[in-house]
């Protein structure tokens, strides 16, 4: 595939002022004067256009993008040895749906090669194009979506932001093994769309509940293969810059402590950082700094991973926890490096999912085992193989 085609090269005006060689921009290659070869990078970074649903037209309006890298770029490096690429914007489709296309094909394309997208700027609807980027791949999928609303609207008139997360519970063939929504707000939400969620062994965690307990979060994060991130879910004294501010919300902290975790998730191969609106944003574009922060956490997870994913090494001590009834026993593993809990979830009979049935867990799980009870993250997974 010729990236070329798919993409614009970057202003010069975003990169000229930045001095210091020990910047993020510094540290990165991006499409300025030609394509940098993406097959040997780690992360690609993809500006996505804003598409004005309501006047049916395209746009290669890219502000969104290039106000979070101007703030990116200016960063420090963080750890490790940087091998990411800035492929540049991508060119808006003739449609919506051409659009949603174009993203999958490119992600679809990068993870393939072992490159993990991060898409900035567009609407949320585009995780459509982040998440059929799987459809090809022949494994279930988990979904992160980090959002204030539930953006599960069956009506068409509501836009493509209001029910793309519908569309794609409802997506066929169907390729999602779970989906966990993070920081809805109640108030916000219809109660019908959780009792769905629930029904389906799907997890939503509500903005208080997340803030209360966001180190139990953590393993949720990390079981997802893809995460979404609408920035509308950051409080407005944080994050004016969106169309619809919300004054109660997740502070700039606690999305970055997200990120970071998301980064450290091995198995996560995309994440993409919508709804920014540079418009709405104030004078120093505080949003767009929120957002490049957020960034570089994430990418700072990314370089502390661990390579944790191979449980038949001896860096795992591995705990059976035999039970009262059925089932006869569950099984733990516990990272010797990170001291990370995860749980085994045997198939049914019959079952042939290519999927590996160790969840991550944590040290609460263990200890609900010990005292004859089964964890509710073993049930719900079992339940969803079945």
């Not at 010729?2 to 614009?8: A, E, N, R, V, Y």
């Not at 090269?9 to 991006?30: M, Q, W, Y």
């Not at 059929?132 to 609303?149: G, Q």
């Amino acid at each position: 595939m010729d990236l070329k085609i798919f993409f614009s090269p970057l202003d010069e005006e975003l990169f000229s002022n930045i001095a210091g060689h020990n910047t993020f921009f510094h540290s990165i290659r991006v499409n300025h004067d030609a394509m940098p070869e993406y097959k040997n990078a780690d992360i690609a970074i993809l500006g996505l256009p804003k598409y004005d649903e309501k006047k049916g037209a395209k746009s290669d309006n890219w502000q969104a993008a290039d106000e979070i890298r101007k703030k990116l770029y200016c960063l420090k490096k963080g750890s490790g040895t940087y091998r990411i690429i800035d492929l540049g914007n991508l060119n808006a489709g003739i449609s919506l749906d051409e659009t949603y296309l174009r993203i999958r094909e490119v992600c679809e394309m990068l993870i393939d090669n072992n490159v993990l997208p991060l898409l900035i700027g567009g609407s949320h609807d585009m995780d459509i194009g982040q998440f059929r980027a799987y459809e090809e791949m022949k494994k279930l999928v988990s979904f992160l979506n980090v959002d204030a609303t539930l953006d599960m609207d069956d009506d068409e008139a509501a836009g493509s932001n209001a029910r793309h997360i519908h569309g794609i519970l409802l997506h066929e063939p169907n390729f999602l093994f779970n989906y966990s929504h993070l920081g809805y707000q109640s108030y916000l939400i219809d109660p019908s769309h959780i009792s769905l969620l629930e029904k389906l062994y799907f997890e939503a965690y509500r903005l208080g509940h997340l803030r209360e307990h966001i180190k139990e979060m953590e393993p949720i994060i990390r079981d997802a293969d893809m995460m979404s991130f609408d920035i509308g879910a950051i409080k407005s004294l944080d994050a004016p810059g969106v169309n619809n501010p919300q004054p109660f919300g997740l502070t700039g902290e606690e999305a970055c402590q997200i990120c970071w975790y998301a980064g450290l998730n091995e198995k996560l191969s995309s994440a993409g950082f919508y709804e920014y609106e540079p418009e709405s944003d104030d004078a120093n574009k505080k949003t767009a700094a929120v957002i490049a922060t957020m960034l570089w956490y994430f990418v700072e997870g990314f370089y502390n991973r661990k390579s944790e994913l191979s449980f038949k090494t001896n860096d795992y001590l591995k705990y059976v926890v035999s039970m009262p009834d059925d089932p006869e026993a569950i099984v733990f593993y516990k990272s010797k490096l990170s001291e990370k809990w995860w749980l085994e979830v045997p198939y049914p009979d019959g079952n042939q999912y290519e999927r590996n049935c160790i969840v991550p867990c944590n040290y609460k799980d263990y200890e609900l085992a010990t005292q004859g009870q089964v964890p509710d993250r073993w049930i719900s997974t079992y339940s969803k193989l079945l």
